[in-house]
């Protein structure tokens, strides 16, 4: 079964820094998507970033990339620049041919 | 385009009453989802439908669950005999696929309260 493992809980960084949020999953599957999504405080879930497993380069979003890692089954997120609007949960997610696997998110929050 | 809708945003329900939410897709999506999220976690996957076919019906969803995507337009998810353990928020999520998996968009949720 596939699984997407969040291992920070809770993370702050201060305004302007860079902060990295960690997500590994496990698959037997070779083709698939890894997502990052934001959910800020009372609001809808929205797409930050998405990578295809074939694709070896990293995506970039802006401010956001990140670091995939397929034989090590990694995909962190990496915020540049962090503004006070990117306070919000972050879950990682994995699909494969239909089912979104969500993490159990990380909490953000960015400092003044 | 508005979005994915989602109705009631909020119900609160007496245990053993039964209660129905209604999904509103984006109108050229095939794909619609139903996933479960209490507080701190991540969405749990409850249902999928493919146009107005339900594809997969999550474990979690017990025979008091059902879901429906008549004419593959909207979408309802019905629980019936409400639990205090049904008490968490209802996403609904939506995509356009052609062959390889698309974006989700989600809607606002729609939160249940079981007394």
């Known amino acids: 079964a596939q699984t997407v493992t969040q291992s920070q809980p809770e993370m702050s960084v201060q305004e302007a820094e860079t902060v990295t949020l960690s997500c590994t999953y496990d698959?037997?599957?070779?083709?698939?998507?890894l997502f990052w999504y934001k959910q800020p405080p009372s609001r809808q879930m929205i797409l930050v970033i998405r990578?295809?497993?074939?694709?070896?380069q990293n995506a970039t979003e802006n401010r956001f990339s990140v670091n995939f890692q397929k034989a090590a089954k990694s995909f962190s997120l990496k915020i540049s620049d962090s503004q006070l609007g990117d306070t919000a949960m972050y879950f990682c997610?994995?699909?494969?041919?239909?089912?979104?696997?969500f993490g159990t998110g990380t909490r953000l929050k960015v400092l003044a | 385009d508005t979005g994915v809708s989602q109705d009631p945003r909020h119900k609160i329900t007496k245990r053993g009453q039964n209660v129905t939410f209604r999904c509103d897709p984006i109108s050229e999506h095939n794909r619609l989802y139903w996933y479960r999220q209490t507080l701190g976690q991540g969405p749990e996957f409850l249902t999928y439908?493919?146009?107005?076919?339900?594809?997969?019906k999550s474990r979690l969803l017990s025979d008091r669950f059902s879901a429906e995507r008549p004419k593959g337009s909207f979408s309802t998810l019905e629980i019936q005999r409400t639990e205090q353990g049904d008490s968490a928020m209802y996403l609904c999520?939506?995509?356009?696929?052609?062959?390889?998996?698309?974006?989700?968009?989600f809607g606002e949720g729609s939160r249940l309260t079981v007394l």
């Open positions: 698959t037997s599957e070779n083709n698939y998507y």
């Open positions: 439908f493919q146009n107005e076919a339900q594809l997969e």
């Open positions: 990578q295809e497993a074939y694709k070896q």
């Open positions: 997610a994995f699909v494969g041919t239909y089912k979104y696997i």
């Open positions: 999520a939506s995509s356009l696929v052609r062959g390889q998996a698309g974006e989700l968009f």
